[in-house]
C-alpha cells in the first residue's frame, strides 16, 4: 500500500480541518479507496499510487483555495474535488470590487467612491498620497491592497512604518525590548493585518520579515525593492523624514503614503512633511493623490458629525 504525507504549513489545521474534522470526513467520504488520517499539521493518506495521485492533486487545489479565501467547508470541497477544472469550481467571490478575502473569509472591499478612486489610484500609479480625516479607510484600504499584491505575488513583501510621534501626550519610559517599546505605535497596522491574514500565517511571515513594521527612523539607509510600503500618518513627519522615506523607493515597489493634515503632532512652527510633499509632488507623473472626506467615514456613525462639528470649530478660528 502507498502513502502520501502532507503538511500543512502557515494555515490553521484546526481551520483547515474543520470542527470535529468534518472536513477530513468529506474527503474520506468522496474518496472512499483512501485510508485518510489526519494528526497535528499533517495528512496522512494511505492506498494505491493513481488514486492518491488524484487526491494529492485536489488537496493541493483545495489548500490554494483556503489561501485565497480564508475559509473551506464541505460544499467548497465537493466542489474541487467533482470538477473538472479550476475555472468550473470557482465563485463570482473572486471577481468584483473584493480587494482581499480575510480571516474567516470576511470580504474586505473598497466601500466609498473614493475609497474605490484609492484603489484605482493605485494600479495606475506606483506612488500615491491618501489624504484625509479619521475613519476614512486610508490605512485600512492600503493595507488591503498591500496584502492583495503579496497574495498575488505581485511584491515579495510588504513593508508598514510610521513615525513614532506621540499623540500630544507624554508617556515617558516604555519597558521592554525593542519591538515592546515600538509596538504600541503600530497597534493600527497589526489590527488592519489580523483582520485580513489567519495568525499562525502573519506570525509567519513576520517571523520570516515577509510583513515587516517598523518606525520610520529605521528605513533610513535601505533600498526597498520588490515591496509594498505603506507610511501611515505621514502629517507627523519632518521634511528631512519625508525626503528619506520618498527617496528609499527600490525597483518593483508601490508606496502609499496617508496622513490626516488635521491631526499634526510635530512640535509647533515644525512643517508638516507630508503637507509639503503634497504641495512639491502634485505635477509629478507617477505619482497619485487622494483626497478622502467625512463622506468616507465607515466608523461609528458618530465619527461624521465629529469631525463635521470640529471643521465647523475650526473654520472659525
Known sequence: MNELIIELSEISPREFFGNQNINIEKLKELFPKLKIVARGNKIKAFGDEEVLEEFDKRLAMLLEHFAKYNKIDENVIERVVLSRSKDDYETKESSGNILVHGVNGRKIKAQTANQRKLVELMVKNDMVFAVGPAGTGKTYTGVALAVKALKEKHVRRIILT??????????????????????????????????????????????????????????????????????????????????????????????????????????????????????????????????????????????????????SIENTD
Open 162 to 311: 510610521r513615525p513614532a510621534v506621540e499623540a500630544g501626550e507624554k508617556l515617558g519610559f516604555l519597558p521592554g525590548d525593542m519591538k515592546e517599546k515600538l509596538d504600541p505605535y503600530m497597534q493600527p497596522l497589526y489590527d488592519a493585518l489580523r483582520d485580513m491574514i489567519p495568525p499562525e500565517k502573519l506570525e509567519s511571515f513576520l517571523e520570516k520579515g515577509t510583513i515587516q513594521i517598523a518606525p520610520l527612523a529605521f528605513m533610513r539607509g535601505r533600498t526597498l525593492d520588490n515591496a509594498f510600503v505603506i507610511l501611515d500618518e505621514a502629517q507627523n513627519t519632518t521634511h528631512a523624514q519625508m525626503k528619506m522615506f520618498l527617496t528609499r523607493m527600490g525597483k518593483s515597489a508601490k508606496f502609499m503614503v496617508t496622513g490626516d493634515p488635521g491631526q499634526i503632532d510635530l512640535p509647533r512652527h515644525t512643517l508638516s512633511g507630508l503637507k509639503e510633499a503634497l504641495l512639491i509632488l502634485k505635477d509629478v507623473k507617477g505619482v497619485g493623490m487622494i483626497y478622502l472626506d467625512d463622506k468616507d467615514v465607515i466608523r461609528h456613525r458618530l465619527v461624521k458629525k465629529v469631525i463635521a462639528a470640529y471643521k
